[in-house]
Each structure stands twice: as C-alpha cells, then as structure tokens.
C-alpha cells in the first residue's frame, strides 16, 4: 500500500507529462499551418508583384523598340546599308531612351541595341566597345533571336528567316563577354511598302531582372522565373547558363516543374512544397512557393506571351523561428519534468522515514 501511494505521484507526474508533450506538438502544427498560411498569402502577392514589374519593363522596351523601328531615316539607312548613319542613329535613340527615363533607376533600357540586315549580319550598335569585337561578316540567322524558332548551332549556314512579329528571344550566352547572358527584343524593320529590311535588336541582361526587383522585399525568399518553354531567366543557381553557342535548357522537362505549376495555380490555402530541380547539388533544399503568370498577351509578341514567376522560401529556414521556440518549450519542460521528479523522488524515498517518525511521535 505504501509502494502504491509513492507511485501515483510518479504516474501522474508521468501522465501530465505525455499529455503536456501532445498539446504542445499540436500547438507546434497548428502554429506551423498558420505559419504556412501567411507565409503563401504574402509570397503569392509579391508573386504578383514581380509579374506587374517585369510585364511593365518589357511593355516599356517593346513600344520603345517597335517605335523607333518606324523612324524613316532608320530605314533609309538600313535600305542602303549605311553603317555610320546606322550607328548615329542608334545613339541619339539611346539618348532619347535615358531622357524619358531619367531620374529614375531603370535608365539602362537596353544594355545594347543593333541594327541587322535580311541575312543575319550586325550592321551597327550603339555601344562603339561592342561593336568593335563584332565581326561585320558573321551572320546570325542561326540565332533564335533572329529566326524565332531557337537556335540552329548545328545548321548555321541554313537561310534561316528572320522573324516578321515583334519577339523576346530564349536566353543564351553572347559571344561579347560584355553582355554575357541575357535575352534579345527583336523587331523588324519595313520600309513604307511593308517590305522587310531587317531587324532592330535590344538586348537585356539577364541580371538586370534582378535588379528590376530590388523595391520588392522578399523576406528571406527569392524570385524564379521562366519563359513560356521553360526556360530559366531568374535563379540564384548559375546552372540556368547554357554554354556559349548552346541552346537553354527547358525545365519544363522536368515532370515535377509541371505537377509543381498545376499545384501553384490552384489558389488553396494548402502552400504547395517544391524540390527545386535547378538547386545546385550543394544548398539542395525544400522551398514554400506561391505562383503568378506574367501575361504579355498585350504586347502582340510572335511566342513567350506567357511567363511565370515563383516567390520561394527554404522550408527549414522559414520554420526555423517557429522551431526554436519549440525547442525551448521542450527543453523548459523536460527540465521542469527533473525538478519534480527529483522532489516526487526525494519525497518518496524519505516517506518511510517520516511514516515512522509520525508513528513514534503517536506513541509518545
């Protein structure tokens, strides 16, 4: 009997301890779920943020493109193949560029514009550092930004047509190291009988989407992006680079890129989990990801109307709060749970001695 009154105290020391232990793990899941909420709710409208911003700087350099391929001396020179005109006029159009953006941080509209002829050759740009390292008699029908069906490195020499729509070429490598990786605006150029010409070529740094987003907080998270076919043109992963005269690699080939893209469009509560497959082997983690379509129906563009934009956070990372607090309460317990074990234990232990006591004082 003695025995079984110094255990009770143990078992419900015991009890409240597992009971203790459950309500707080789901006070931890329930804390997680609505951790998850937020988060998912805050990244899908910085999602939607980054989609406004990078479909407004495109609209931008497209009617900036499209309209200075309308310039009439523009096309006169092009129609006589006049380089040193060509090149003037291509300044003054960068000028014009910086004016209407001056004071603001987007003043590099273009790093690079060029004028190329009907066979794929670069007439003239309007960075003279550039235009010294282009050969004048190599041809760029192969490129994608040419002809818009990607690029034909191993059939170059084809008289590849140019593209007779405005069109945002897939990502790729220039020759020049100045530009490095980066996308081209192409659009073409037509005298006043509608006959093609040639083509007025921006170029944009593949960088420079980056720093289109520097406004917009992201919380520990970072922007992916990709183009219509799949191709990545924001990663912090240097893997989205193909090599120098190598066509992009489409992600979309990868089958959990698109079960992951059906997940991200069903607007749920539930906050769709990815394992990035561009991640380098190194910092491969799990992400949180919320989704947004970039339309670029509007800007009349020949292919890649539609882009899509991820907001993602690493999983351990954006719990990692939620989880040091838990770990806390569990260390706070588990010493809690010594100190009265240690008491429950002395007290058991010393009962008989006071039993015994108590009964000599009844004697006495």
Known sequence: MLLFAGLVPLILLMVMTALGLWMLNRSFQKAQKALEAQLWESDRFTA???????????HDRVAFLTTDAEEEQLKLALAKGNRAQLA?????????????????????????????????HILATDVPKISQLINPDMQFRWRDWFNG??????????????????????PFVSTVPELGFCVNISTPIRDSGKKPLGL????????????????????????VMLNQRGHCLLHPSEKIKPDPGQPPFSWFENTQWEEHFRLCRDLSSQTP?????????????IYYASYAPVRLETLNLLDNRFWHVLIQHDKDRALEPLKRVYRSA???????????????????LRLPWLLRLLEKKAHA
């Open 149 to 170: 069906q990607g690029d034909k490195a191993d059939n170059k020499e084809h008289p590849w047509k140019p593209i007779e729509q405005t069109y945002i070429s897939q």
């Open 273 to 285: 989990i990815l394992d990035d497959p561009i991640d380098d082997s190194a910092t491969k983690g």
């Open 48 to 58: 939607q943020l980054v989609a406004a911003v990078v479909r407004e700087k495109l």
């Open 200 to 223: 007025l070529v921006g170029t944009i740094k593949v960088d420079d989407f980056n720093c289109w987003l520097t406004t917009i907080k992201m919380r520990d998270g970072f922007a």
């Open 330 to 348: 569990i260390l706070f317990g588990c010493l809690a749970i010594l100190a009265v074990g240690f008491l429950v234990a002395v007290i058991w």
């Open 88 to 120: 003037d006029l291509l300044h003054i159009m960068r000028k014009n560029h910086k004016d209407d953006f001056l004071g603001t941080r987007d003043n590099n509209v273009f790093s690079v514009c060029a004028v190329v002829d009907q066979n794929g």
